[in-house]
Structure formats: structure tokens, C-alpha cells
């Protein structure tokens, strides 16, 4: 069974304090984690697919990593308006003959509050 | 990116009563669409994952009588909670996949279901 568990489950910062957000994961064949922002009372916001071990990507001053057991969402010098619940995911590969794209195992998220 | 929209985003109902929620996908044609469920506080739990034309595939413990999907088009599915009681309250959230399958997700705004 795909299990994802996010740590820390809450984070407060200063504005301008960097930090990590971390992401374990076992899954039975990585198609793509999946990075998301959500707001209170939304739906989840798409950030980042990483694909494979050692791939990067970044947005702002957001930053994904990638390896082959867990994720890290990299945050440098923060903004209040950062404050939200960070969702990580996973996407295992279809079985053989299956059809089962796009089906996602969240983790609980992490929820990053960035104080003036 | 692509625009997946839910409605209504807020509603209330008796018990016992049903309740439909839509889901569209506004500027891509959606193959595989996603119903999630997320409690207070928790994480996105998948219910169901339904394609175009087809019957609903089911999580294990979701009843399939009790939360009916319909995916009658390419660019809509409907969830309607039948004889809704106060412990169906949740924030009921949908995700979209088109045909090519560009590796992002993208998600609805929510509807939240409070029952009475």
C-alpha cells in the first residue's frame, strides 16, 4: 500500500527564515510526486511534479527535491503570504492492463504559518 | 494551467435529504476525473475514480449507493450524497486528467457539505 507521511505537521517562521518541508514516501513504482498548496476552505493549488530521483524544480521561493525514498519543499525567505497547508503526493505506475492515472496518496500536510 | 470548477461550493441540507455536486473541467476535455474527501484538519482521502462513459471505480469503504458518480461527458461529473445524514459533513473535492495526461492534477475548489 502507497503510504506518504509529511513532517513537520505544523511550522511557524519569521519572514525571511528559510526552511524544509519534508516528504517520505513508499510507493510500488513512482510515476510523479506531486507537490500542493491549499488555502483554507480550497481546493488544492498545483506547485511541482517531480518525476525521478535527483530531479529539481523551483517556483518563487519554492524548490522541490527529489530522492528515492523522499521530497523536500525548500522555502527561502519566506512571505506571510506563503501561510498555507502544504500537500505532498503520490502517483504509483498503473498495473499491467491497468487504467489508473492520475489516482493520489496524499500525506496529512504541513501547516506553514510566516509571521511579519 | 487548466481550470477545473465545482459547484455549488457551499451547501446545506436536512437529513436525509440528497445532495448533487458538479464538478467541470472548463478548458480541457477530462477523461478521468477524482472525488476526494477531506475531514477538518486531515488530509485528501480519495472516494472514487470515475471515467468518461464508465462506471465509478470505488474505494475500499466508500458506498457506492450512498455517493453516486456520474461521468456523462468529457467535461462533467456529478457527485450526489443520497439520504445525507450529519457524519456525510465534509469538504467533497473533484480532480480532472485529460487524454494527454500532461502530469499535473488539477483540482476543483471545493464544495462544502453541511448536513443538519
Known amino acids: 500500500e502507497d503510504q506518504v507521511t509529511q513532517s513537520p505537521e505544523a511550522l511557524r517562521l519569521q519572514e525571511g527564515e528559510s526552511s524544509s518541508l519534508n516528504c517520505s514516501y513508499t510507493?510500488?513504482?513512482?510515476?510523479?510526486l506531486f507537490w500542493y498548496r491549499q488555502d483554507p476552505g480550497k481546493g488544492p493549488e498545483f506547485l511541482f511534479t517531480?518525476?525521478?530521483a535527483g530531479e529539481e524544480k523551483e517556483k518563487e521561493r519554492l524548490k522541490a527535491t527529489l530522492t528515492k525514498k523522499e521530497s523536500f519543499l525548500h522555502i527561502t525567505a519566506p512571505k506571510p503570504e506563503d501561510s498555507a497547508t502544504y500537500l505532498c503526493?503520490?502517483?504509483?505506475?498503473?498495473?499491467?492492463?491497468?487504467?489508473?492515472?492520475?489516482?493520489?496518496?496524499f500525506g496529512q500536510g504541513t501547516i506553514l504559518t510566516v509571521h511579519p | 494551467g487548466a481550470v477545473v470548477s465545482q459547484h455549488p461550493s457551499r451547501v446545506i441540507c436536512k437529513s436525509g435529504t440528497s445532495v448533487k455536486i458538479e464538478c467541470r473541467s472548463l478548458?480541457?476535455?477530462?477523461?478521468?476525473m477524482f472525488w476526494y474527501r477531506q475531514f477538518p484538519k486531515q488530509s485528501l482521502m480519495l472516494m472514487a475514480t470515475?471515467?468518461?462513459?464508465?462506471?465509478?471505480?470505488?474505494e475500499q469503504g466508500v458506498e457506492k449507493d450512498k455517493f453516486l458518480i456520474n461521468h456523462a461527458s468529457l467535461t462533467l461529473s456529478t457527485l450526489t450524497v443520497t439520504s445525507a445524514h450529519p457524519e456525510d459533513s465534509s469538504f467533497y473535492i473533484c480532480?480532472?486528467?485529460?487524454?494527454?495526461?500532461?502530469?499535473?492534477?488539477?483540482f476543483g475548489e471545493g464544495s462544502r457539505l453541511t448536513v443538519l
Open positions: 503526493a503520490v502517483q504509483a505506475k498503473p498495473n499491467a492492463g491497468g487504467t489508473s492515472y492520475g489516482k493520489l496518496t
Open positions: 480532480s480532472a486528467t485529460d487524454r494527454a495526461y500532461t502530469g499535473e492534477l488539477f
Open positions: 510507493v510500488s513504482g513512482l510515476r510523479g
Open positions: 470515475s471515467n468518461e462513459g464508465s462506471k465509478a471505480t470505488y
Open positions: 478548458d480541457f476535455q477530462a477523461t478521468t
Open positions: 517531480l518525476y525521478s
